[in-house]
């Protein structure tokens, strides 16, 4: 033999050893791993038992607390007790008899004893229920350990499983609680009993192995389910779950040598393998070197597409605004978008800008994901800012992108498209919607939430001649609109348990009201990752929240404040030959309201700035709230300025000042305010 002989026979002997090694290691973590797997699966089988049982629990104390809130309101008349109990067996099926006992004496035309009792009972093969008075001598009551704690626990409380002999004539367990009449005292304990008949449901998924077995024990351990009996010598692995709404503790019991019944069969084959496995090492050894050049040469492909896809997101992203808020010298609004994809880059989009004092905005949702729905988003992108730049009608902008993307549309991919043009001074929305998500219209003032009104219309990509309807809306002042893509509503849990619309509303009825739009988003996609948890993203999340507010001032109810009206009108841009009118009838307004609208000096005064047309002709609005005592300076009289001082009566300048100034004023009184309006024309 050479050198280089032995060096191979070494390299052969090395190898048997960390083969041999390696198989005694595979199989003790393997043997662990089996283990823990069916550690995993009794403990999620008894979690599952547990959840049902606890659903059933959940739905027995909801009864009962409707038979107390049923016996209470009827707790003078014993009939409508009776009825009570037939009605809660009528609405609820899981319930197999519900009754309700009273104190001794507490109807004496019934006697000491009146337990009245609604059960189900098979009568000519059909299920029906019967109402009757069980309690008397031949069954006391008074002396039962459910009734006892029915009277001093304040809640609802579980009996020990019992046979029932005379309501469900089963085994059952029963969940009471104490009834008071009006004045507060426990007169009464209501009973709603459960029969244990559906735990064979639960049978069926416990029994996970061969020869396993389960039972279950009450909380003093009593045997409500018994389990087979073990064999002698023979190992067994228990696994338990307590269930504390009834005291229950549910075991799955297993054998060890079914558990490992497979790892033995496999074991005995990997020992036959293993000796193949030395034939194969030395080809295996001689193709080893050539293998790790591939991977290699995998390896730096794939670092190099994770680079590209890297840049093409980071371009993706630059395309979209992202610099918030957005218009630093507008404050009128307030803006906030952010886009979560689900791969490197995603088919969502949103986009705004503001042109001729309007603001222009879109989101949209590619169908599909990867690189083709990011090139659509791209194209998507461009075509709204190039046709916007242009026209101002949404419908007409969804219609031109539409026709354009139709065209160009080889691979049959689609989107949906919200476009949205909104005048800054009114408030006026008009929009498109192509089959997108409706966004939610958050009121700032009534503290409430709603669906936008939508008319869906067809996504974008499909038809390329659909004549798409515009809508129009008027956002009032702090009202915020929420766009989204179907990504936030459908984002699932590891259960595959969607988060769904009623949650996203929730989440939204919870931050109306001051929060700032950023805020707003940031609380919503905390509530969806906490939500799903460790499951991955299944589709891009995007959020686009657009907050409006028109030019305002809020004043104490204190004169010292009127000066600072002066600034504030200034800065509304107003034609020169206007400031010193308006600013002099807003003086002369807001002082009235001080005077005569909280006459306890304690209140705001709010007055909101915007632009409207009037018979055709353009013209600015200041309206004047309070929430003082009803006051309409309107109803005045007009002064007669041919009179001497001497002659008129005292007051009723100012608001004579404020018509001679103004084009229009009007009061009305909406939801305990005053509103006072005032309205100069444009050039009049």
């Keep these: 033999m050479n050198k280089r002989s032995h060096s191979g026979l070494w390299i052969l002997l090395v190898a048997a050893v960390v083969l041999e090694a390696i198989s005694c290691l595979q199989y003790f973590y393997s043997r662990e791993a089996i283990r823990q797997e069916a550690e995993r699966r009794a403990q999620s089988e008894l979690r599952r038992a547990e959840l049902e049982i606890d659903a059933v629990t959940i739905e027995m104390e909801a009864a009962t ?169 023979r190992k067994y692995q228990s696994y338990d779950e307590f269930i504390e709404k009834t005291g229950w503790s549910i075991s799955i019991v297993i054998p060890e040598d079914v558990i490992f019944a497979d790892l033995n069969r496999i074991g005995m084959i990997v020992g036959i393998l293993m000796l193949l496995g030395l034939a194969l090492l030395v080809f295996i050894m001689w193709h080893a070197g050539k293998n790790v050049l591939l991977l290699i040469d995998s390896t730096a492909r794939n670092q190099s597409m994770e680079k590209e896809l890297h840049i093409a997101k980071t371009i993706q992203m630059a395309m979209l605004p992202n610099v918030f808020p957005p218009f630093r010298d507008r404050l009128d609004l307030n803006i906030y978008g952010m886009i979560n994809p689900a791969k490197e880059i995603g088919g969502d989009l949103y986009d705004f800008y503001i042109r001729h004092d309007k603001l222009f905005f879109c989101i949209g949702d590619v169908s599909g994901k990867g690189v083709p729905a990011a090139l659509v988003m791209a194209m998507t992108r461009s075509l709204f ?14 219609s031109m992108m539409n026709k354009a993307l139709t065209d160009q549309n080889t691979e049959n991919m689609f989107l949906t498209l919200f476009i949205g043009v909104m005048n800054r001074d009114t408030g006026e929305l008009v929009y498109c919607n192509a089959g997108h998500c409706a966004p939610v219209l958050m009121s700032g003032r009534q503290a409430a939430i709603r669906e936008l009104d939508i008319i869906p219309n067809l996504p974008v990509g499909i038809v390329d001649d659909f004549a798409y309807q515009a809508q129009t809306t008027t956002l009032q002042h702090d009202d915020i609109l929420f766009l989204y893509t179907d990504g936030l509503t459908e984002a699932e849990n590891s259960k595959h348990e969607q988060y769904g619309e009623q949650r996203m ?177 444009l050039n009049s």
């Design 505 to 681: 509303m929730a989440q939204l009825q919870a931050s109306v009201g001051g929060l700032r739009p950023r805020t707003i988003a940031d609380n919503m996609e905390a509530s969806i990752r906490k939500f799903v948890g460790d499951a991955e993203q299944s589709d891009d999340l995007t959020m686009l929240v657009i907050r409006y507010q028109t030019p305002a001032i809020i004043m104490r109810n204190d004169i010292q404040q009127i000066p600072t009206l002066a600034e504030w009108v200034d800065g509304l841009g107003l034609p020169d030959e206007l400031n010193m009118p308006v600013n002099l009838a807003l003086e002369e307004a807001a002082s009235n309201v001080m005077l005569y609208a909280y006459p306890e000096g304690k209140g705001d005064v709010i007055i909101e700035f915007g632009r409207m047309k009037k018979d055709g002709q353009e013209a600015i609005c200041f309206t004047i709230s309070d929430r003082g005592i009803a006051f309409d300076p309107t109803k005045q009289a007009e002064v007669d300025t041919t009179k001497s001082a001497e002659e008129r009566p005292i007051g009723g300048l100012g608001i004579h000042l404020v018509r001679q100034l103004m084009d229009e004023v009007s009061y009305e009184r909406v939801d305990e305010s005053n509103v006072l309006r005032l309205v100069k024309l």
């Design 65 to 233: 607390k409707m038979l107390v809130t049923l016996a209470e309101r009827y707790i003078d008349n014993p009939d409508s007790i009776a009825g009570a109990t037939r009605t809660l067996l009528q609405t609820i099926e899981n319930v197999s008899s519900a009754g309700v006992a009273c104190e001794p004496n507490l109807f004496p035309q019934k006697g000491r004893w009146y337990e009245i009792c609604s059960s189900r009972e098979m009568k000519d093969g059909e299920q029906q229920i019967y109402t009757r008075q069980i309690g008397g001598e031949h069954h006391d009551y008074l002396q039962t350990e459910w009734y006892h704690s029915g009277l001093t626990i304040d809640s609802c409380w579980w009996s020990e499983p019992y046979y029932d002999e005379l309501g469900a004539q089963a085994m059952i367990v029963s969940c009471t609680h104490p009834i008071r009449n009006k004045q507060g005292q426990i007169v009464a304990v209501a009973c709603v009993d459960l029969s244990l008949a559906y735990l064979e449901n639960v049978s069926e998924y416990l029994k996970i192995y061969q020869d396993s077995y389960y039972c279950i024990r009450s909380g003093k351990g009593q045997q409500i389910v018994t389990g087979d009996d073990t064999i002698p010598g």
């Design 385 to 398: 800012r190039s046709i916007s730049s242009h026209e101002e009608r949404p419908e007409v902008i969804v």
